[in-house]
């Protein structure tokens, strides 16, 4: 597999706060990368040094095998950036933005281009015409989108994208991605919501306070994750089956248990199964939950 | 050139504005020149009655100050002062008002070096610079001849406007390099109104304490307009001086721009 994103010990401080420390990162051809971590923890540092709009202070970079430092013209020919806010120049029309923003494509075809914003505004419900200053917030995201996917570009990389998209839009825009992908895209896909980047993406790197803490595929993600469970109970509370393997951080309130489980989730459903229930609740951990566990396995 | 294109389309409205001000400001001169231009009269003539040899001490210069030239010299501080907040508005701006619209991520993403961002973002403020220039001096030139101005050295009327030119580009530095070295800055006009004035009323100082050195530090004092028209040349060291503010400011405010993070907002 060929990578289309190499960082060796990417590093970034802003003066004496750090930004990213030795991030090293390989995102491969054709895949959907998720790159997760709570506010601050240097995702859009790391992103905003790939795009050459922050230079790292040590470390290095590559992009479709070219050193982003010397480079970044012709790497960002085939990146499409979507950032978490979006800003664009409040005088002018949606049309005039994204022609503005294909006429700086210059290898690719003026036409494929502005067919393929048609087409995208279209799907996307955008009024071409509007003024920009006009716009709500997830319309100017729209834009957003449109001028990051018009070119088709190789890379699509997506900060936190999803904010001020509606349910339904998201889902779109979720397709979208696939779409993308499938024609070959390769995307890196930051986020803070676990549940997106579960849904759309192969695999993810986890950053915290500036640094890596690990790179998984989804899949293993989730099973080596642990699940929320709570139940409420009709009858009294026998705790001794509380003991199970695997059950952690048991909490009792009246009739209600919580506890964090980790393993196959059948044994937790036959384990309760003879329980008088109100009600169940088996939830996906936070992220922060997450991290907690890849803390506790790093001690 | 598309960032030169777009840009020229942003500074339009700007351009406009500043370009009526000027005008009405130029026509208000205009308009009293013919009254300067009787009671010069009467002073050329009496001048004209003196002896050869009075006349010869006194050099052809004497008369000059007369002259149309001469009256704009006299005149032109004013239409400075407005050129010169112009364009250190302009000047910080440049890179500002992507700043504070935040749109410096998106055009900073798009695949396009810093440096032609940059040049081509300068090269559309020189072109309003010298648009400007241009429509001021033939409208004044115009408005000369349509006043009964008749003939005059057109020489010294190019010199005495290129100092408006002149002070355009250094104001322009000024704020390219200000806004470069503080980041963002909201209060743009209040920032050239102080930087502006503050250089004007320096100059007014100096020409009441006669400091040879505020001559070098006010752009406003760099030519003296009345020895323009009279020798009808500049002072090379003061010119230099000039010349390698304009020079230092972009050069240095290019190095910041091409070489500074963009974080995010």
Known sequence: MTNIISTKDLTKFYGKSLGIEKVNLEVQEGEIFGFIGPNGAGKSTTIRTLLGLLKPTSGSATIFDKDIAKHGPEIREEIGYLPSEVFYYDNMRVIDLLRYSASFYKHKPRKAIEDRMYTLAKLLDLDLKKKIDDLSYGNKKKVGIVQGLQHSPKLIILDEPTGGLDPLMQQTFFELLREENKRGATILFSSHILSEVQKLCDRVAIIKEGRIIKVERMDDLRRNSYAKVRLELGAPINKTWLKHPGISKVEVEANHISFLYKGDINAITKLVADMKLISVWIEEPELEEIFMHYYQTEE | ?265
Do not use: C
């Open chain 2, 1 to 265: 050139m598309n960032v030169y294109f777009q840009e020229l389309k942003m500074l339009r409205g700007t351009f406009i504005v500043w370009l009526l001000a000027l005008l009405a400001l130029a026509s208000i001169y205009l308009s009293v020149y013919p009254t300067f231009a009787k009671d010069a009269d009467v002073v050329t003539q009496a001048l004209a009655h003196l002896p050869p040899a009075v006349k010869q001490a006194m050099g052809t210069g004497g008369f000059q100050i007369f002259t149309f030239p001469g009256f704009f010299a006299n005149v032109l501080p004013i239409l400075l002062l407005a050129g010169g907040i112009q364009t250190m508005n302009m000047g910080i701006t440049l890179a500002n008002r992507e700043q504070l619209a935040q749109t410096t991520d998106f055009l900073i993403s798009k695949p396009v070096g810093r440096s032609r961002i940059f040049l081509q973002k300068l090269l559309a403020h020189l072109t309003v610079i010298f648009v400007t220039s241009g429509i001021l001096i033939s409208y004044i030139y115009a408005g000369s001849q349509m006043g009964g101005a008749g003939d005059f050295s057109m020489q010294t009327f190019l010199m005495i406007m290129a100092v408006f030119t002149g002070i355009q580009l250094w104001f322009l530095a000024v704020g390219l390099t200000v806004s470069a070295l503080v980041g963002r800055i909201r209060a743009v006009v209040g920032v050239s109104m102080a930087v502006v004035f503050g250089m004007f009323v320096l100059s007014l100082f100096g020409s009441v304490i006669g400091d040879e050195a505020i001559r070098y530090v006010t752009p406003f004092k760099y030519v003296d307009l009345l020895e323009v028209v009279t020798s009808q040349s500049y002072e090379l060291p003061h010119i230099i001086v000039w010349a390698s503010i304009v020079i230092v400011g972009f050069v240095l405010s290019w190095i910041i721009y091409t070489r500074r993070d963009v974080r995010a907002s």
